[in-house]
């Protein structure tokens, strides 16, 4: 295991991401927001089913142990770009790649932009549709209902307080400018639609969700896209920590398929 970086803006800042020795296609996961790589997915990516192949659980930049700098617009597409450049400064090509939530996002728009970079998707239940900002509701549209002058003024102690202490746990590490923009740049979306990209990607492409939360939007869409959509039992948005055998055994599947 090792700690390696790219330089991923002109300005020199550096992507830093957990690397892992093995052969086979390489894969990477992608945390969401305001979490970090090993914090989610360091029980999954040395699971048995899973390990064994080149494994990089990269902190995007802003969050855990990459640069956080603040002439970064930390959109969706910017955040995509950033990862690009350290894949592709790692020699990485033709990634499966495992991501939660924001990541999921970012994932499916660095699939479109660079799909030299990806042969596969498992999206962790991650959001396909922009949302409307909102004081109070929880993850990207609570944060984004505040102006990032707001947020940095003190929303930030409210975002912290209904964050509970397990979130806000990775959520202190993640810069508080980057944590406000990629909220803001999450629940803007994408133009076409995240849900757009992601239906016309040409590669496998599976989707998790909590059974709990009952089908996911547009559920009917994505299986016509070809993307195999499967409900997990036993747990709530963050599934590889709630189910981690599940998980497990579900991602494998989906790597294999």
Known sequence: MSIRDAVVTAAGDRIRWVELPGSDAPRVFLHG??????????????????????????????HGLSDRPHDFDYSLESHAGALAAALTD???????VVAHSMGGAVAIVLADRHPELVSRLVLVDAGLDPVEPARGAPGSAGIAAYSEAE???GGWTEVRDRAGAFRWATMRLTD???????????????VPTLRELL???????????????????GEDGLREAGVSVVAVADCGHDIMLDAPETFASLVAAALAA
Request: zero cysteines; a neutral charge.
């Open 33 to 62: 927001l305001g979490a970090t790589a090993v914090a989610h997915f360091a029980e999954a990516a040395t699971h048995p089913l899973i390990a064994g192949h080149r494994t990089l659980l990269v902190d995007l930049l802003g």
């Open 90 to 96: 790692a020699g990485v090509a033709g990634a499966e």
């Open 151 to 153: 947020f940095a003024d």
């Open 176 to 190: 508080r400018t980057a944590l406000h923009r990629s909220a803001a740049g999450l629940a803007r979306g994408t």
């Open 199 to 217: 239906a016309r990607l040409d590669v496998p492409r599976t989707f998790l969700h909590p059974e709990t939360d009952g089908p996911p939007r």
